[in-house]
């Protein structure tokens, strides 16, 4: 490779730092780390012991500006990353941005319109869990149209254990000011997309959901989800950062087959025929169809951020597809919108719901966010824990 | 033993024949069966053959006040489980009542206070289920106190599949005015009242449900619902009869364990101290209290119903105790009531919940309940269908 993409990324705390590692560690070989920037300079020199001479701005927009960098990660609170991937977008600086794309689908359209009018900016999510090889295939054996249709969705996500310093060690973390929301924001934005990755997305969504009820924060911590689908299909989404020793468990009912995606491991259940024709025929009123469990392949890559980051690079050089595009970020988005929207009305909402309805009653909380105190400053180590 | 206690059964269907030929097979020593009724000269016939030289009365009543029997197991549907126990009960004739305990609460209600009245006549509720090794130790350890409180309770129980054909063997099943409901009244009683036994009962219920979702009937074969209790913890039960290989998956999070109950194993992850000691002290922002997965040493004893039978003989003879008192099976008949409330109303509805309005709601819909067509009957072996 003649010449390195130059990257930049905004916001070096936890993720942004990461980001710089892998790069800096050679792992993702089309790029240099040529600046960073972030409001805290100690956080700029923990990225110049990473990543060596590289320029440090404590004004983001400054280091657009440069002429420094080609390409840019956001890795800065949620409220911000529509704000900056568009002022990406607007100086043709390639952009990646962190999950959620943004706290509300307003701000989400917002900058997908940016990108719909910038289409030779390359455009990235970091939805670094669509690099596993077990989602892949679920997807591809779901989407395939071999097992019919879906009948029922069910996601035990609550392996999301904070216990109360990761909340405390951030004055923006959990707060309907900072963040927007909790583990809906924070957390599981990862499985939102997944489960619409692979599933589509419901119709119907109906939500219960304790706020602090874990943990000393304003936000929730505790969800609760019934959806439906258009045809019919239902769906639980479970989620939480309370339970010590959660789990991670995927089950997806179909026509044809049974899938489960349980601690790195794809089961597959595999009818002899769909359910609805065996039930026709059925003369034992006991009786069930047969069924085999599938040998699953599994092509073990899983090559998580450096796999976005990487497949970015392709895109950016080569035209190579993206993990996720930019623009797919809208429909986690809408998901966790639709989660808060049913809890705060108390009802069912259905998809498409009134979103300048969710920005007023999202503001109302914002205003009423209370300044953390006690907050304990720390960059942790994240390996493992997204 | 000198004497046996001379049994009666009413309805020879399913189960009745089951239990029938439990006895006349010697498994449950105590009884002899001596007596049976049914409105079907056929199923009588085929009682005969099984348990010899019977009385059979197509009239249950008489049968009760032959003097023939002791004791009587009620088979029945549904809607006259409490009508033929209070019988039993007014003649002083021990009775073993087939769930649920009824349909309605109301009539539950009556059929415990006349149990009151009769304390000498031994009233047992057929929930096989409670013997089965794997629920009690369940139950033992979240009783215990050991692991602190209930956090988070998830019953996917959608191993009750039934084919079309289950539905057209008899007239009455999956109608309003035969069954008052169809699987949380049939297939899922025993689950409803284990949830409640193993983790007490819930303050609040709300309920998405679907009617004939599977089958060509009127009455619920799909439901999901999310449960508050008292303590603030919450849970989620999910029962079908439409999933052809469904899943029975019972997970139990608490302040000081996890819990899983999944293909008859036990899965108990201790943790080393209870997750909210373990948050207040954390220092790392991603850490988690340690855990160890226990060796559960389970009895091994799973009866089923030979144990409740002989138990209930026990009792009659020698007071030892029941497997489940008869004045139990309110609980599971209450939280299947606030199921169907809630669909009903569209909303949450609070236990202890209006139970009036219950039954005008129930009885608008047996009113409305269609005769079916096309009914094939048959009486089918039962075995691992309970």
């Known amino acids: 490779m003649d010449k390195k993409i130059r990257l930049g990324v905004i916001g070096v705390g936890n993720m942004g ?8 560690d050679g792992r993702c070989p089309a790029f240099e780390v040529t600046a960073v920037a972030d409001l805290k300079p100690e956080r700029l020199e923990a990225a110049k012991e990473l990543a060596g001479e590289i320029a440090t701005f404590t004004d983001a927009i400054e280091m657009l500006d440069s002429g420094l960098i080609d390409a840019c990660i956001v890795a ?8 900056y991937a568009i002022e990406c977008m607007k100086r043709k600086i390639h952009v990646m941005c962190e999950k959620p794309a943004g706290v509300y689908t307003k701000q989400v359209r917002e900058m997908n319109a940016v990108s719909e009018a910038n289409p030779d900016v390359v455009f990235g999510m970091m939805f670094n869990q669509r690099t596993n090889c077990l989602y892949r295939k679920m997807r591809e054996l779901v989407q395939s149209g071999k097992y019919g249709q879906i009948r029922r969705t069910n996601w035990l996500i ?8 990761y909340y405390d060690s951030g004055d923006w973390r959990a707060t309907w000011a900072g963040e927007g929301g909790g583990v809906l924001l924070n957390q599981s934005p990862h499985q939102l997309d997944l489960w619409q990755w692979i599933c589509g997305m419901p119709k ?4 219960h959901m304790q706020y602090g009820h874990w943990h000393d924060i304003e936000v929730e911590d505790d969800v ?3 959806v ?19 789990t991670n468990r995927f089950e997806i009912q179909m026509d044809g ?10 089961t597959v259940l595999e009818f002899d025929e769909f359910e609805q024709e065996f039930s026709k025929k059925a003369t034992n009123a006991f009786g ?22 990487n497949a970015w690079g392709g895109a950016i050089l080569d035209g190579t597809p993206l993990v996720a595009d930019g623009k797919e970020g809208i429909k986690g988005v809408t998901l966790s919108n639709a989660m808060h929207l049913s809890h705060w009305l108390g009802k069912e909402v259905e998809i498409p719901f009134d979103e300048d309805l969710f920005y007023d009653e999202l503001m109302k909380r914002v205003a009423g966010s209370k300044k953390k105190e006690n907050v304990r400053e720390a960059v942790s180590d994240t390996s493992g824990s997204y």
């Open 228 to 246: 439906e689908y258009e045809n019919g299909a239902t769906g639980v989404f479970i989620t939480s950062t309370g339970d010590s020793h959660g």
């Open 224 to 226: 609760t989800t019934y």
């Open 17 to 24: 730092t990461s980001h710089v590692r892998h790069v800096a």
């Open 288 to 309: 069930s169809v047969g069924a085999k469990e599938l040998e699953v392949e599994l092509d073990g890559e899983n090559p998580q951020h450096i796999g976005v980051v």
């Open 204 to 207: 119907k969504v109906h939500t």
């Open 257 to 266: 087959a049974k899938l489960i995606a349980e601690d790195e491991k794809l």
């Open 158 to 165: 609550t392996s999301w254990y904070r216990p109360q310093f």
């Open 76 to 83: 800065v609170p949620h409220y911000d990353h529509a704000k």
